[in-house]
């Protein structure tokens, strides 16, 4: 319980050590208030190592040797703030005294890039924007995600990709599987498809909605042969392409809301053994066409929308009549 304190305890240092290095620059008079900030600042450092330490012995899969550099450096910049706080007791000028205040804020930055390394990966700088909800599935516990292990994706692959502007990130701390997603690439494209190729066999999710692919596209999907969420909402799919996810035998999910397919497009979509959903939602699927693709489909719940909210006895809502005048 007091190692989860640790994501509380780290900030409180941070504040004092900027205060106390600002204070030795402006209040150079001030030395007994400055010094007794530079001793908040290295009694809160100190407790944030410990916490640190107890966190990193009670949780696993984060990268064993950035901790450790996370952990040297601000044991130094606990250090730092104790040997900044003698300091300030001493004759040492001023002038002096707020030179010396510039190491324990360089390691508090240094520091501070580590732990940022640690929780968000080595790339998180340089990582496309992205909102939150549109890694809301990597965030969130999975049973659909393959217990197997696979390779590490080719990072120049990887690159590529990243740079067309798909959001792609790990499912999980120490996976290699990845979840893709074209939230910053509406102009994806059937010909862009081809980028994802080399990296089909890593990737478990993939969003491409709202973007330009086609059917032409889904045959380069048809190899994710460990793909088991599909969405392509909004897109230019019609169906006709559907016959290359014949190898997607993991797949759980299919998104084809928004798109021109209809019964006839449908009619090319095999049998798969885990899809379990797929959602039709503003689609030309009629109600009518549900019970054909249902008697071939078995199993797999077809989702058109157009949910209506039943009225129960209960309700405080009333329906009143129009004043006539």
Not at 202 to 217: A, E, M, N, T, Y
């Amino acid at each position: 319980m007091f190692a989860r304190l640790h994501p509380l305890i780290v900030h409180i240092p941070i504040g004092f050590i900027i205060v106390a290095a600002l204070a030795g620059w402006l209040l150079t008079e001030q030395r007994k208030a400055i010094r007794f900030v530079w001793l908040l600042a290295a009694g809160s450092a100190v407790l944030a190592c410990i916490t640190g330490y107890l966190l990193s012995n009670a949780q696993d899969g984060y990268d064993a040797a950035a901790i450790q550099q996370h952990q040297y450096l601000n044991l130094s910049l606990s250090l730092a703030c104790v040997v900044q706080w003698w300091i300030s007791g001493t004759i040492l000028s001023g002038k002096h005294l707020s030179r010396t205040g510039l190491l324990p804020l360089a390691l508090l930055l240094w520091g501070t890039f580590t732990g940022a390394r640690i929780t968000h990966g080595n790339d998180f700088l340089q990582a496309p924007h992205q909102e939150t909800w549109d890694n809301a599935d990597a965030l969130m516990p999975s049973n659909d995600i393959p217990k197997a292990k696979t390779k590490p994706v080719n990072p120049e692959a990887l690159a590529k990709a990243r740079q067309r502007g798909l959001v792609i990130m790990p499912v999980g701390r120490e996976s290699n599987w990845l979840s893709v997603n074209g939230v910053n690439a509406p102009g994806f494209s059937d010909a862009d498809a081809a980028l994802l190729a080399p990296i089909a066999e890593q990737i478990v999710w993939l969003r491409l909605s709202d973007s330009q692919i086609g059917d032409q596209g889904l045959a380069v999907i048809g190899t994710m042969k460990n793909l088991t969420r599909l969405y392509l909402d909004h897109t230019k799919v019609n169906g006709s392409g559907l016959a290359a996810l014949q190898g997607l035998q993991q797949l759980t999910l299919l998104s084809l809301s928004g798109t021109p397919t209809d019964v006839a497009g449908l009619g090319n979509l095999p049998v798969l053994p885990a899809l379990k959903k797929v959602f039709l939602y503003q689609t030309p699927v009629s109600g009518q066409d549900i019970s054909t693709l249902t008697a071939r489909l078995g199993k797999v719940h077809l989702d058109t929308g157009g949910y209506a909210i039943p009225v129960i006895a209960e309700d405080t809502a009333r329906l009143k009549a129009k004043a006539s005048y």
